[in-house]
């Protein structure tokens, strides 16, 4: 499948690349009131609800959001190109590591 680079693949092949690929997270490395900052870079990307950022910047420094390793990437690299340090790592598939899957918010974003 070609993709454009923007937003997140349709559902069927997001749930194949998990599948395939497994869950991968993202750890932000932020902590005082810098959190703040890295929230909005998530929350533009990501189309989270103002509770979900809330959420993500209560888990700083530590692990904010899990998806498919190339999402966890893309993220990484623009909170890279704003300075904040992040990482990606394998992450399980239980309730812990999907309840930390933001990216309905995208879906909602698209069809606004």
């Known amino acids: ?7 997140f693949p349709p559902d069927s092949i997001r749930q ?3 599948d395939t690929g497994g869950r991968w997270a993202l750890h932000v490395d932020t902590s005082g009131p810098e959190r703040v900052k890295a929230c909005k870079i998530l ?3 990501l189309n989270t609800t103002l509770e979900e950022v809330k959420r993500m910047k209560d888990r700083m420094p530590g692990i904010v959001y ?3 390793r190339a999402e966890a990437e893309w993220m990484r690299h623009r909170l890279e190109d704003f ?9 399980g598939d239980d309730s812990k590591a999907t309840n930390l899957d ?6 909602r974003g698209m069809t606004d």
Request: glycine share 16%.
């Open 66 to 68: 899990t998806g498919t």
């Open 83 to 91: 300075g904040f340090s992040a990482s990606v790592l394998r992450a």
């Open 16 to 18: 194949h690349l998990l």
């Open 1 to 7: 499948m070609e993709a454009d680079g923007s937003g």
């Open 102 to 107: 933001v990216s309905n918010g995208l879906q």
């Open 43 to 45: 929350h533009c990307d």
